[in-house]
């Protein structure tokens, strides 16, 4: 979902999804640590960026989880016979999501998608803050919440403008650590970085996506949460 007029940056740099492989990313893609950090409360907060990584203008990020060279790939999934099939619905977003509708704000909401980044838990949960959105500290809280989700399961617009609100994110990787949860968590894709099939057919274009990389997702090649009930740990904490 994208707002009207707009198109992403990123469309230029591209992600292929090779058969039972590693991602495989070209256009020179920035790549870097993205740290969940939380409030007093211990509620996912803000972004933190970390390392960034030197990278050629084409590489291979690990998708089996079973690299000992985390981000990037080393052949594992040749040894482990990872099974990387695509499970993942072509339906776009706006066929996948359901609605909350509130004075201001009308959510969008793609369960599927989740990426169990918990952005969206504070204060009472933004499906209880976008029906109060009549107040202006639950609607401020309800978009900070629905703009920081890394998967874009959470996506809102603005009822008067009927303009979809949406941050603005680099063309860009971030490699997601969630130290409250101590694992490492999916690819945090932005800004619109293409991502084709093995079977060659382009996703649908977004400004934010998470791609597993725990390598046990059951919605392939996206992240589904999987990584915190394994407790992946790609050795970057």
Not at 180 to 185: D, F
């Amino acid at each position: 979902m994208t707002a009207k007029g707009e198109t992403w940056r990123g469309s230029e740099m591209k992600i292929v999804i090779t058969p039972d492989g590693p991602y495989r990313v070209s256009g020179s893609v920035p790549l870097s640590i993205m740290t969940i950090q939380p409030n007093a409360e211990g509620f996912s907060w803000e972004w933190v960026e970390g390392r960034k990584f030197e990278t050629d203008a084409e590489y291979s990020l690990c998708r089996c989880g079973q690299s000992k060279t985390k981000p990037f790939c080393d052949s594992s999934h040749l040894k482990v016979r990872f099974d990387g099939k695509e499970t993942a619905t072509r339906q776009p977003y706006a066929r996948q999501a359901e609605s909350v509708d509130g004075p201001s704000l009308l959510l969008h909401d793609a369960e599927e998608l989740c990426a169990f980044a918990r952005f969206c838990d504070p204060g009472g949960k933004i499906w209880g803050l976008v029906p109060a959105s009549e107040d202006p500290e639950a609607r401020k809280l309800a978009i900070r919440e629905g703009m920081s989700c890394p998967a874009g399961r959470l996506v809102l617009t603005d009822k008067r403008t009927r303009l979809v609100i949406e941050p603005k994110l680099p063309p860009s990787i971030g490699i997601v650590e969630d130290p409250a949860l101590q694992c490492s968590g999916p690819l945090w894709v932005r800004g619109g970085v293409r991502i084709e099939s093995a079977n060659g057919t382009p996703y649908e274009l977004r400004n934010r996506v998470t791609l597993c990389r725990c390598g046990v997702s059951v919605n392939k090649p996206f992240c589904n949460g999987s990584h915190a009930s394994i407790r992946f740990n790609d050795g970057l904490l």
